[in-house]
């Protein structure tokens, strides 16, 4: 199993632009998590989604839309990049049920918006 | 409110001392999850030990435990015989319910650096 994959690993935006940041896993898991990182501020969630079709907010969405059409992809969009977007976003996947209460995550993607 | 409270920015240990990294949270629920995450300077999020609000017994894993203290509310990570390779950022999460289909929220994390 390859776990969660994020692609790209780098990216430079310039303010305006749109991109699609890629997130895949292959343990058939239900739950999958978008989060950002910045200095000091630890992890907050974006968006999450709990199965294809059903996605929701958390609690940094905005400037950020997410689709949940298959249960392996959970791709993130900037729609108009700022540079308050400038940070390392992390997807995160889990199953469902007992037993399946760990989290794992991807190698992240760090993203530059000048 | 913050729901999940790491006090100390930062850490220093001696290696091969232990070490304890404060975690308390905040819920009225009784079924929750803790979780502690190890960032090393890599960047990527490494999970390392999950505690339940049901279990009895402190979760441990191998150099890693958990000491839960359900009445304090707190859950605090720690690492034995300290290495240069456990350097690194650590974070604390919760769910509530532990399985259920909320996402991690996170404490701010602490950072811990070995001395040779």
């Known amino acids: 199993n390859a776990g969660v994959t994020q692609t790209p690993k780098f990216q430079v935006l310039k303010t305006g632009q749109s991109m699609t940041l890629q997130c895949a896993q292959d343990m058939n898991h239900e739950y999958m998590s978008w989060y950002r990182q910045d200095p000091g501020m630890g992890l907050r969630l974006i968006h999450y989604?709990?199965?294809?079709?059903?996605?929701d907010q958390g609690e940094v969405p905005n400037g950020y839309n997410v689709s949940r059409s298959t249960t392996e992809d959970f791709p993130l969009r900037l729609l108009s990049a700022a540079p308050s977007q400038t940070s390392v976003y992390f997807c995160?996947?889990?199953?469902?049920?007992?037993?399946?209460?760990?989290?794992?995550f991807g190698p992240g993607t760090r993203l530059l918006v000048l | 409110a913050q729901k999940i409270t790491q006090t100390q920015p930062g850490m220093f240990v001696q290696e091969k001392e232990a070490v304890t990294l404060d975690c308390t949270y905040d819920?009225?629920?009784?079924?929750?999850?803790l979780f502690w995450y190890k960032q090393p300077s890599s960047g990527e999020m490494i999970f390392l030990i999950y505690q339940g609000s049901y279990d009895e017994q402190n979760a441990t894993e191998g150099r890693y435990s958990l000491n839960f203290q359900k009445a304090r509310k707190s859950a605090n990570l720690v690492i034995s015989a300290s290495q240069l390779g456990d350097s690194a950022m650590y974070f604390c999460a919760m769910r509530e319910p532990p399985e259920g289909n909320t996402p991690l929220v996170f404490g701010k994390g602490t950072r811990l650096s070995v001395i040779a």
């Open positions: 989604s709990v199965g294809a079709g059903i996605t």
């Open positions: 995160a996947s889990r199953g469902r049920g007992s037993g399946q209460e760990t989290q794992y």
């Open positions: 819920t009225s629920d009784q079924s929750y999850g």
